[in-house]
């Protein structure tokens, strides 16, 4: 394959992928609403179009991390529904107000300063409440659900929603999730008629008990794997192909790349790939004589990544591909049929989501297809 356009690599985002496997969650939580989880730049693969592609979709609901992504998400999609993760920033009640960002209020000090505007307004501006059920992370202690409830009761304000989050969704045979959907139960009770969220994209596949009213999905959106251990059976969303700089021989005993920490075993055919840790190749994918690293496919093959990966180089031992000798300029392919992000990821030791959002190099990123699906 040759690059087509530019003289970088090229990072292709499936927009008609994400839309159906945002339609095939939806279908799976039948029953509850499915929103988009487009933190962190929808994954990495742009928050605007993504965030239009998921509303073609259907998606009316969407999740952002910061303001700042709201914000995003209101200018790409003008009537989404924008919940804001990390809460309410200090000071900032004006600017979600304006933007009609919903945040995701997680402590009283933050309960406390929405209230405020509202009675500032006079005007009961929607937010959803996070409770901690296990993550130790954001939301509101379980002790202190019944103040909570009474300070909106003295008000006469209802939130949006409540929610939590599960820590071990990834197993789902992991006794904390259990713990944590009897505990959501336990605030629920004390929240009657509010609507309830506690699932990611791997709670969603977990089963209809953690559904609730809405269910929030976003790795498996991306076509990343939710669940370990089970076949992931998302559509892949996002390919990226660079380019061979240089072909070369080399002989047996000779080493490879900083740190001299790989030498040949036999006489080599190398090729250097123009992509390094400054693109988001992980450093880690880096191999050595005693331990294997990444992988990267040649004319559909997959070759091995030897020695360090610098900054902006890997080399590639291509030796197994005996004469069919790919030339400079053509790709190499480092996600996409041959190595999906789950496989780079567990090569790299981390996860698909560090994949996702680490594709900020220097390539360009082309989108194909859109959101427009046939109707349902
Ligand atoms: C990131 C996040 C999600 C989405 O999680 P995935 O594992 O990517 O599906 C859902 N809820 C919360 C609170 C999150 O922080």
């Not at 990611?200 to 559904?211: E, F, P």
């Not at 049929?337 to 567990?346: F, G, L, V």
């Amino acid at each position: 394959m040759a690059l087509t356009s530019g003289l970088g690599g090229q990072l292709s985002i499936d927009l008609g992928a994400l839309a159906r496997n945002w339609r095939a969650l939806d279908q799976v939580s039948a029953g509850a609403l499915t929103a988009a989880v487009v933190k962190a730049d929808a994954y990495g693969t742009g928050i605007s179009m993504a965030s239009k592609a998921l509303y073609a979709a259907g998606a009316r609901f969407f999740f952002a991390a910061t303001p700042d992504e709201g914000m995003a998400v209101r200018a790409a999609v003008p009537d989404a529904h924008i919940f804001i993760l990390n809460g309410l920033y200090p000071g900032a009640a004006n600017l979600y107000v304006r933007q009609n960002l919903m945040p995701v209020l997680s402590s009283m000090a933050m309960l406390e300063e929405w209230l405020a505007k509202c009675l500032e307004r006079n005007e009961a501006y929607p937010a959803a409440l996070h409770f901690d059920t296990g993550m130790n992370r954001f939301g509101f202690r379980l002790n202190e659900a019944p103040l909570v409830r009474e300070r909106l009761q003295t008000l006469g304000y209802s939130p949006q929603m409540i929610m939590s989050h599960l820590a071990c969704a990834d197993q789902p045979n992991h006794e904390k999730n259990r713990t944590q959907l009897a505990l959501f139960g336990s605030v629920m009770a004390q929240f009657p008629g509010i609507p309830a969220s506690l699932s990611n994209s791997a709670g969603l596949m977990t089963g209809r008990d953690y559904h609730f009213q809405m269910v929030r999905p976003g790795i498996a959106l991306y076509g990343g794997r939710a669940v370990n251990g089970r076949k992931n059976p998302m559509a892949p969303v996002v390919t990226l192909h660079v380019p061979i700089l240089q072909v070369k021989e080399a002989r047996t005993g000779e080493t490879v790349g900083y740190g001299a920490g790989y030498s040949l075993s036999r006489d080599s055919r190398l090729a250097v790939v123009g992509h390094g840790y400054a693109d988001g190749f992980f450093r880690s994918l880096s191999s050595s004589n005693s331990r294997p690293g990444g992988k990267v496919a040649i004319r559909g093959k997959l070759c091995p990544v030897v020695g360090r990966v610098s900054m902006d180089q890997i080399t590639v031992d291509i030796t197994e591909l005996g004469h069919d000798v790919p030339n400079p300029g053509e790709a190499a392919e480092i996600l996409g049929p041959h190595i999906s992000i789950d496989d780079q990821a567990d090569a790299a030791g981390t996860v698909g989501y560090e994949i996702l959002t680490s594709l900020k190099g220097r390539y360009n990123r082309n989108y194909v297809g859109d959101g427009n699906l046939p109707p349902e």
